[in-house]
């Protein structure tokens, strides 16, 4: 299954397509604490965009096949300022080789008293819902990607 | 401030509020994005004011019909627990988190944030049982 999607997401989009990827997943895995966790990789992804796209458009793209290597895969392509570039492959580098949930639980500590609501989204994506987080710096654009196996056997 | 102002009604996320004895219990349905962040933190640092204001000894936050909540509602649960949770003991009071058991993301989300306060919250389910 592949399904792209290049548009302008909004705040009421997100929650739009956040719905039919639980929809479309439930269906596809018949596991709905799966599916549960593409919905929220997919919110937090696209809220992402949200903040950070410089010209508000963005890629979205989920891709669930064989040729994925039993994986399933979100990603999100989108134009971003230089700063937000940095701070996101700098947070996907020091998050490879770290514990999820300390990662996760230490972000969110130096996140509490700040006035900026964002910062913890990948974080989320790679402790909550058990997913792998990939950020792509390509100059102008970031592209993140989150995967998770199919299933538990894949 | 009274618990009056818990209860709020615009867009997809509402709340309902009430205070029995020394009980504030906050009921929260649809979802927090980023529409509807900043009634988020408005009702967590009023629930958080309240309690201390009427010595409050519990604060319930039901959230079996919350549907979804973004990272930023998670990080203002965290600034919310970690402030109740240094509170001293003549003004302390407990959290009692009451998640869903089909709402999956609850279950997650809700044993990370405990951790920030571990001695005074506990997580239920609406059947009463402990999460």
């Given at each position: 299954?592949?399904?792209?999607?290049?548009?302008?997401?909004?705040?009421?989009?997100?929650?739009?397509?956040?719905?039919?990827?639980?929809?479309?997943?439930?269906?596809?895995?018949?596991?709905?604490?799966?599916?549960?966790?593409?919905?929220?990789?997919?919110?937090?992804?696209?809220?992402?965009?949200?903040?950070?796209?410089?010209?508000?458009?963005?890629?979205?793209?989920?891709?669930?096949?064989?040729?994925?290597?039993?994986?399933?895969?979100?990603?999100?392509?989108?134009?971003?300022?230089?700063?937000?570039?940095?701070?996101?492959?700098?947070?996907?580098?020091?998050?490879?080789?770290?514990?999820?949930?300390?990662?996760?639980?230490?972000?969110m500590v130096e996140r509490a008293d700040s006035a900026d609501d964002g910062g913890l989204g990948i974080a989320r994506i790679r402790a909550e819902a058990d997913m792998l987080v990939d950020v792509y710096d390509e100059g102008e654009y970031v592209r993140i990607v989150a995967s998770m196996p199919l299933s538990d056997a894949a | 401030m009274s618990i009056a102002t818990l209860t709020q009604n615009e867009g997809a996320f509402t709340t309902k509020s009430q205070k029995d004895a020394d009980v504030i219990t906050v009921r929260f349905s649809g979802e927090v994005d980023l529409e509807s962040i900043d009634a988020l933190q408005r009702i967590l640092i009023g629930a958080h004011e309240i309690a201390l204001a009427e010595h409050a000894k519990q604060v319930i936050i039901d959230l079996t019909q919350l549907e979804f909540m973004n990272s930023s509602g998670v990080k203002h649960f965290v600034t919310w627990l970690r402030s109740a949770s240094q509170l001293p003991d003549a003004t302390s009071y407990k959290i009692r988190l009451v998640a869903s058991k089909t709402i999956p993301w609850q279950k997650r989300s809700l044993a990370a944030l405990r951790t920030f306060a571990v001695s005074i919250v506990s997580i239920v389910h609406e059947d009463g049982a402990e999460a």
């Open positions: 299954m592949q399904f792209e999607l290049t548009f302008q997401p909004t705040i009421p989009l997100v929650t739009v397509i956040r719905r039919t990827v639980t929809s479309i997943f439930d269906r596809v895995l018949g596991d709905r604490e799966r599916s549960a966790r593409l919905a929220l990789a997919t919110h937090e992804l696209l809220e992402n965009v949200v903040r950070h796209s410089t010209d508000g458009q963005t890629t979205l793209q989920i891709h669930s096949s064989e040729d994925t290597r039993g994986r399933v895969t979100i990603e999100t392509r989108n134009k971003a300022r230089r700063e937000d570039i940095t701070d996101l492959t700098a947070q996907a580098l020091a998050m490879a080789t770290a514990d999820p949930e300390v990662f996760y639980l230490e972000l | -």
